[in-house]
Every structure is written in C-alpha cells, then in structure tokens.
C-alpha cells in the first residue's frame, strides 16, 4: 500500500511559479513510477508529467514542456512537480500517482492517487 498526500498548490498570477510536492508512506516508494495528473472542472484527467522509479527517465505533455519539471528524492519517498511560467490554463486541481511496472500516461492504470491540491493562475 501507499499513501499520497499532496501539497504546495495556492493561488497565484500568470508568470509567477509554483512547486507541489507529493509524500508517500511506505518502502516501496522507490520501486514505484510516479506521475501528476490535473483536472479542471468540467474536464477529464490529463496526464502532466512522469518520472521513471529511478528518476532517471522523464515524461511531459507537450502544453508543460520547457515550463514544468517533475523530480524525485526517493530517500524522502517524495515527489516533485516545480512549474514555471504559469498561465491561466493550467488552473486545475493536481493529483499525484503511483504504479508499478512502469510509466504510463493513462491514469487508469495507476494503482494509488492523492486527493489533490488546487492551483490557480490568475491573468
């Protein structure tokens, strides 16, 4: 089992940065893919970023790449998501994921999931 909880999100102007961090319980952190995923009212779940166990693998959707960097600290079973550059859509609520045997960018097949932090980007 693994526990995420979220935090870090607020309210915030376009341009401005943020990062959320996500904290899991359990050893089997570091055996673990781990992904962010947001969702606005109204919308599905989109997949933002995902990060290999090891942390040397990364993976973005194409509206955060150059803006948004997914990190981990597996001696802190932590994860990262530092976003740059801000704009009004990417006003959402993000939750953090977990799942074994790899990454993916479909959040059905992830196992375990936070209960999300809201981020909203003023214009």
């Known amino acids: 089992q693994v526990q995420l909880v979220e935090s870090g999100g607020g309210l915030v102007q376009a341009g401005d940065s943020l990062r959320l961090s996500c904290a899991a319980s359990?050893?089997?952190?570091?055996?673990?893919?781990m992904a962010w995923f947001r969702q606005a009212p109204g919308k599905e779940r989109e997949f933002v970023a995902a990060i290999s166990s090891s942390g040397g693998r990364t993976y973005y959707v194409d509206s955060v790449k150059g803006r948004f960097t997914i990190s981990r600290d597996n001696a802190k079973n932590t994860v990262y998501l530092q976003m740059n550059s801000l704009k009004p859509e990417d006003t959402a609520v993000y939750y953090c994921?977990?799942?074994?045997?790899?990454?993916?960018?479909?959040?059905?097949?992830?196992?375990?999931w936070g209960q999300g932090t809201q981020v909203t980007v003023s214009s």
């Open positions: 359990g050893r089997t952190f570091r055996t673990f893919a």
């Open positions: 994921a977990a799942k074994s045997n790899g990454y993916s960018s479909s959040h059905y097949l992830y196992n375990y």
